[in-house]
């Protein structure tokens, strides 16, 4: 056993640039390019359908814009506080990314719920998804975005409780830049949904 | 030997770089939402001027994020991962545009007129 190859050993530990630049960390990027591909379409049916209303109200009667904007924040600060997160995980810092992550969790879990309280405030105003085409294909969207968050918010909290016992490992730093590079893509997909469908739905014609 | 200089060049790899890239995206991300909120809350010029300026915001957006919280720029050499995501632009732009292209020309195919008179019809229009 040489010096060389017991720096090797303890530097091979937690090398988070060569977990970035693996294959599976490609292979996820690649499934998130697919990913944006799914909302494309559902983009490309909203922007047909958004004016086909069957005589109901429009966009711009039925959202309130501070309230999406508020939604809009929540989910910006949560995809920082991940990105906070993911630099203690590059330490090893246990303690840090049990913070961080759950800040995350909280303010995706306060988006969720804005989200949703949106949905059935709407639903019961007379406004639900068998409305119009329009709202057919809000609902599709908007509700296809808050499936993914819901799933990268199950997904955190079975990595929480994996760190929480073993540690920032190998394994779990993998894990961990998957799921930030996942919730940030969710922040991306919510800019255009926040520009295309709240901020364009509102400008009257 | 030549790869670990090579890994100790790449300066904007360490924390203290990521922690300020992560700032500088968030502070950036934050003005360009409000921004955009405040142009349509207020009306700032005409439509065609409001949705070129939001649309032109919201994929500043787009880039700001990528780089400065998914590092697309920290990748090394061979850069797939921006292949990748030029392929994807490319497919989004033909899906989205291809669509609301042909499904706001459905007009000229829902006349009702003989072909000739469609022929006439569409060359007085120019094309398309």
């Known amino acids: 056993m040489s010096e060389a190859e017991s720096v090797a050993a303890q530097t091979k530990k937690l090398d988070p640039n060569s977990i970035e630049e693996s294959r599976t960390v490609f292979g996820f990027w690649v499934y998130l390019m697919t990913d944006c591909v799914l909302f494309a379409s559902l983009f490309a049916t909203f922007a047909v359908l958004r004016n086909n209303t069957n005589g109901g109200l429009p966009g711009s009667e039925i959202f309130s814009l501070p309230y999406v904007l508020t939604e809009t924040i929540i989910l910006l600060t949560s995809s920082f506080t991940c990105g906070i997160g993911m630099l203690a995980a590059r330490r090893g810092d246990r303690a840090k990314v049990m913070f961080w992550f759950a800040v995350t969790f909280l303010l995706g879990l306060a988006f969720l719920i804005m989200e949703l309280t949106e949905f059935t405030h709407l639903a019961h105003s007379g406004n639900s998804w068998t409305r119009s085409g329009f709202l057919s294909s809000y609902f599709t969207l908007v509700g296809t975005h808050g499936l993914h968050i819901t799933v990268g918010l199950t997904w955190m909290l079975v990595i929480f409780s994996k760190v929480s016992r073993k540690g920032v490992t190998e394994s779990n730093l993998r894990k961990l830049t998957l799921l930030s590079l996942f919730w940030h893509f969710l922040d991306i997909i919510w800019i255009f949904i926040f520009t295309v469908v709240y901020l364009l739905g509102v400008i009257p014609r | ?128």
């Open chain 2, 1 to 128: 030997m030549s790869v670990e200089v090579a890994k100790v060049q790449k300066a904007p790899k360490n924390d203290k770089g990521r922690f300020t890239s992560y700032v500088i995206g968030y502070i950036l991300s934050l003005y360009l939402t409000i921004t955009a909120y405040l142009i349509v809350k207020n009306h700032l010029g005409s439509n065609f001027v409001i949705i070129a300026l939001i649309a032109g915001l919201a994929l500043v957006q787009f880039l700001v994020q990528l780089f400065y919280f998914m590092h697309l720029g920290l990748e090394s050499k061979p850069r797939f991962k921006l292949l990748v995501l030029g392929f994807m632009m490319l497919v989004v732009g033909i899906l989205v545009g291809g669509s609301l292209w042909i499904m706001y020309s459905l007009n000229y195919n829902s006349i009702p007129k003989t072909p000739q008179q469609i022929n006439q019809y569409m060359n007085d229009q120019g094309g398309f």
